[in-house]
């Protein structure tokens, strides 16, 4: 999954197309890492290119970490790590709010 939101980068590059790229949770202490690139475009990604930026988000939240994350959430059909951390960003990170969502990537 992906989301698409444009951003313009300090050094001109624009991209839209966001991809979860690692998820890190962390079972020693309530936090997850969530790892996310930003591709100038669908087509960038799905040709192998390069992100042209890469942000990382933490939750250290234990309510968000459960929310997301649990066991018994991850359980679920059509959850993985990788669709809950895309749905974390979507729904917690304010900026991702109106971000569009592409399900051809899963």
């Not at 309530?30 to 040709?47: H, K, R, S, V």
């Not at 959850?79 to 974390?88: E, G, H, I, R």
């Amino acid at each position: 999954m992906a989301l698409i939101k444009s951003k313009t980068l300090e050094s001109g590059i624009a991209g839209d197309y966001w991809v979860v790229t690692c998820v890190s949770v962390r079972f020693d202490m309530p936090q997850t890492d969530i790892y996310i690139g930003l591709w100038l475009d669908a087509q960038a990604f799905n040709d192998g290119k390069q992100p042209v930026h890469t942000s990382v988000f933490q939750i250290r939240d234990d309510d968000l970490n459960a929310a997301y994350f649990a066991h018994a959430v991850l359980q679920e059909a059509g959850k993985s790590v990788a669709t809950q951390a895309q749905a974390y960003l979507h729904n917690e990170v304010e900026w991702f709010a109106d971000a569009a969502v592409d399900t051809v990537y899963l």
